[in-house]
Structures are given as C-alpha cells and as structure tokens.
C-alpha cells in the first residue's frame, strides 16, 4: 500500500534550490516565517551547527558532492529528533567501498563562479575503508565589487575511515572548512507603492556593489578598546575543526544501534551591514555640507547619502561537543525507537563590534562627512576622518556554556492494516550558564564602547517537553484522512543575551494542528489538508534610527500564528515523466508583539508577518529520457510585507529554475542549469530603516534600499567518475 503522506513530508528534492542564496539549502515553509523556522542542517546525525548565530551553516557545511544523497525530516520528526522548530535536511558522508571510485565536479556560473571537489575512495585492508573528499568554492557573487574578486571563498576537507565487520560499522572523520563571506545582498532603488521598484540612474539592481569601496574598515575592538584596520573578508572568516565518530550495531535480537559524537573547534567571525533612510544633500541648512572622508584634499559632495552601520566579529572561539544514541526495532505492528541526545556549547567572550557611517548612493559609494558650518570653520558634526561614529554604541556580547540533554521515543503502530499510528515524545533539559551585558551593567564600565568592566551572570534551567501524533486511516485502498496533534517546546539559548536590553526569554510553545485527506493511485498521489500553527516567545533583534540619525539594537518579543491549507501532488502520468504540485494558503499575522524605541511604543500585534506571503505555489516537472534528463521549477510568492508595520509591500514574484541533464555514459555526466528563468528583476524581501514606518507615504517614490531577487544566472556542471 503507497504512503502518499511520506511520500510528501519525507521528499528532499530542491531543497538546494535557493534563490536567495547558493551556498545554504532553501526555506520550507512550514506555516511560519523562515527566521522562526528555518532549514537545519545535520551530517551524520547531528546538526551541523549548535548555535547558526555563532557558526553559520553555509561555513561549516557545504552540499559539496560528498554525500551519499539527501533526505528531509518534516515538523513532527525534526522535533523530536532534533529539538528545533522547522524542517530540516538530513545528508551523511560517503563511504569507502569495495573498489577504488573517483569522482570530480566541476561548477561555474555566469558570473565567474569556481567551485568544484575531487572524491577519492576505496579499500584498505582487514575489513577497513577509507573515502577522502576536498572542496574549494571560490563565488565572486553577482556584483561588481571593485575591492575583492571573490565574495564567498570557501576550503573543506574531509577523510574518513571506515571499519565494517558483520554487525555493523564504525568510522571516523575529520573535517576542517575555511570560509570567508561578505553576508550581504543590499541595494538601494525607487519604491513605488505596492509595485516592483525602480532603479536609480546611476546603480544596477543586482550588479551594483552596496558594500563601499575598500576592503579595509577602521574598527574598534569591542573586548580591548583598541582601534584597528582590519579586512573585511579575510578578518570575518570562520575557521572549524569537527571530529566525528559514527556507527551502526545490529544486535543478535534484532535491534539496531545509531550512533553519533562530534568535537567541533571553530574562530568564528561574521559581518552584516544594515542601512536606514536615505537622504538627499539638497534638503541641508544653508550652514552644512556634505564632504568626502578620508581624502588629502577637501572634496564637496553634493546628492543622495544613507546611514548605515557595519557590524563585525572576528576570531571567536566556540567549542562543541555532540552526542546521540539511538536504539530501535521493527516488529510485525510495531517500529519503536528511543535515543538520548546530549550537547555541550561554550563561546568564550563572543564580541560583534558595530559603527555607523554615512555613505553616497552610488556603485562602489564612498563615505561621506556631514559638516556646519561654526565660527567660520567647517566641523565634523559626528563623523571622525573615516566618516564613521558611534564605535560599539550598540555592540553584542556574550559568554558562557550551553548544555542540552534529551530523552526522545517515536512508535509506529501499525493497529490495523489499514490504520497506523506515528507517535513522538521529547524531553529535554536546557541549561545557559554565562555572562552577558545589560544596559544598566555597561553604563557602569568605565568605557562602555568595549568590555572595560564586570558582566552580568545568566544562570537558567529550561525543562522542555514536546509532543507528536499522527493518525493516517486507509479507509478505501486508494483513499483515506490523516490528522496531526503537536506539542512542542523550545527555547532561546545564550545568543538571545547578545544585546543589551533583557529578551524576556521564556519557553517557546508551539501547537499545531491538522487535517486532511489523501489519494493514490498509479499515476496521482495526493494530499491536501488544512492546519492551524503558532508560536509563542519569540526573540528577535533589529535595528532602529531615529531621525537625528541616531541609531541602537533592540531585542524584542513577539508571537507568530497562522491557519493554512496545503494541497500536494505528485503525478506521473506516462514512464519518464514526473510533475510535483502544491498550493498552500495561509495568513500569517504577529500577536503580542510590543516595544518602545527612542521613547515611542509600537504595538504590531494582528498585522501580516514580514516577509511572508499567503499564497504559495510550487510547480515542478521533469521528463526522463535515455541519457537527457530536462527539468523545471518555478514557485509563486504573492505580495509580501518588507517593514514590521506591513505598510510597504513588494509585489508577488515568481522563482523559476530550470536544468538539463546529459549522461554520456557511466562516467561522465554534464548539466546546464539556470536560475531566474523568467529573468524577474528588482526587490524581494525586507527594505532597510522600515522597522517603525507606521506612515509610509515618506517612502512612496522615494529612493530606499533593500534586497533584491537573485538576478538570471546560467549554471554549468561537470562530473567525471574514475
């Protein structure tokens, strides 16, 4: 009997079909907006990443072709298994085999991108396996920086040993990634009301770099108060270590051993700009000006300029020990499985420093220094030299140790043979046991622009408990209901103390329940239900300007909760040929979502989440014949809010992709794909210095900055096997 359900909640394919980014696996909507559930990422059985604000995914893990494949956990189990909100993808290494194999890939793009890995493998001796894979990925983006070729540049290594005896399997495996990311996608263009924006005259939506026009910043060091030069890509990378020893044990009864443990080491660093208003020189006093900054010589400038702030962390260690365990066993009714799962995570004084500047509208902008004029002498009214102020106004920081311990069980029982129950529990304790600094704590340092003085201890104990069922009844051979009932609970670790201001942090709750009916036969598999979800507790961070240029970070609470119906297809109407359909409805609004910014209070609660749309659609055909393989995707988004008051919107927009494949023969395989088919242009997302814009006529045709749709890329691989 076909389990249509499975085969829609388990199915991993695109999951690497990102438009917004090549490097990390996209968002599944699951019903709530992606930072509040996001794609986890696990190799061997443990996440690739403890804490994605400390190491990020994209530079610790890469889909680097030496995996044996990739599958998905949905809501229910990534709860369970995992103790995350959201969906996540499930990728284990490669292995040695019985003969020596080879593989090289081979990418590159439009754009100049270089990326490709050679894997090695093969038998030793004794019942003893080795594999060996190296991946350097060198993405110069889409923009025309001037500064630095490449944006993301990226080196990882693996090897693996692998000892197989009769009950099983043990292996080892060391793996060290260096990567180096400017992380930004920013733009400025004419908004217009409800409608795809407009470029300015002199910047190139997606071609035009945002991110100035030197690779050197002047920072201040937000743990020593020193000053410094630092660059901004080599200075932000991440470096990681990871040590994994994994198996699998058969037992004379039939029951069957998993099992996982991982040391990770990594100097972590990132960087992150963020823009507010733009303004124009036209609109200053009589007595003030505009000059360029850091020049030997005087030079007037004169049209558009725009806030920023950079933000940066460079060289942190973060430490990470994994384990999990899991037992389990197939009977005639029964599939039971229990597992422990334990983590232990330690930042040692994580610091991110952050200036704000001011910088022209233009390609490759220059800062810029607003001057008055005073006793006939034109001063500096904020801005040093660099045309930079507020060094650590807003900083982050945190310190301390994270450990989770989980006791988790999941039942399949199959009652009847045309009825089946998916059970799933999860209890967890979340201990946070650090230091961090509160407002009231660094108005007491000395110098409170860097660590000068005492921190704050956190101290909290987070007993977590998550609940899964689902029901599916076969009540025709073709035909029958499925309902879900869900429990979960999670909560924020040390990274929600970074800011200054206390993030309330309680336990996040999260309900779910659904329903629906589903279809099989030989050519259509269907599924289509309706479901209610919510989330309690969030945390977030942003930040605020005000008018007098002014700018802080605030972390703030909110609820999220949405109700939504989703009908998923699978049809094969003839051999070859495959087409995946899905529409899901939905209407995702904030409750209890308050704060007060620079003395005013903003209450968001009951308006549309940010970045979300409420109608999604998902067509995907492909066609199978002899050695060619042709294939498509394209997913609807319809409007969508880009400020937390959801008074500026982005129109609805299409992501579309679309490949070729040509299998030579077994050893040789080529592949021409394309992003952004339909070559859709301008904005998508968020725009900058929106977070209060309760009025948004000041926007409309007005220049703004935001991101932008990933422009038309073509993409062409090559894989030889030897």
Known sequence: MKDTVATVQHGASNMMLNASSESEPRFINVGLPEATGGTVVTENGLAVTFNANAVKTNQAWRQDGSFAGATSRNLSETAIKLGEVGVSMITNSKKGGNKFAGVFNLKTNSFGLMSGNLSLSGPLKRGWYYAANAFVNLDPGTTNVNFTRFLDKTQLYKGILTKRYKKGEFNVQYKYVTSKMLNTKMSPYIYRDGKQVDALDNFDIAHGNYLGNSITWHVKDPLTGEYKDINILDDTGTQTHMLDLFGKHTFDNGMNLDYSFRYQHALSGANEFAYSAITDASNLLANQRYIYANKTTEQVYTGLVQNGTFQYSSGNPVNTVMARLELDKKHEKHHWLVGFQSSYFNADKRATGILTFLQEVAENPQHVIQQELVNGVWTNTKADQYGQWNYNNSMFYYDGTETRNAIYA??????????????????????????????????????????????????????????????????????????????????????????????????????YFAGG????????????????????????????????????????????????????????????????????????????????VFGEHYDYSGLPARITSKTLIEIDPSYQWKKFRVWASARYFSKQSCSYPATLYFPSRWETFAGFDYTHNKHVKFSLNVVNLLNQTGAQGRISGTNTAIDPTPYYDQPVAGTYIRPFTVEFKTQIKF
Do not use: C
């Open 517 to 596: 009916v589903f279809f099989n036969s030989k050519w259509i598999s269907v599924i289509s239900r309706v479901s209610r979800i919510s989330r309690s507790n969030l945390v977030a961070s942003g930040g605020f300007n005000n008018s007098s240029g002014e700018n802080t970070k605030l972390t703030f609470n909110y609820d999220i909760k949405t109700v939504g119906w989703t009908t998923d297809a699978n049809i094969t109407p003839f051999k070859g040929f495959d087409l995946h359909l899905m529409l899901t409805l939905q209407n995702p609004v904030y409750d209890n979502f308050e704060f007060d």
């Open 410 to 511: 999941t039942e399949q029982w199959k009652i009847l043979p045309n009825l089946k129950l998916d059970l799933g529990a999860r209890f967890e304790w979340h201990r946070i046991n650090g230091n961090w600094a509160p407002g009231t704590v660094r108005n007491s340092w000395d110098d409170k622009t860097w660590i000068s003085g005492e921190t704050q201890k956190i101290k909290k104990d987070n007993f977590n408990k998550s609940f899964t069922a689902t029901l599916t009844w076969h009540i025709l051979k073709n035909f029958g209901i499925i309902g879900d009932a869900y429990y979960i609970e999670a909560t924020d670790g040390l990274s929600a103390y970074k800011s200054s201001n206390d993030p309330l942090a309680k336990t996040n709750v999260v309900p």
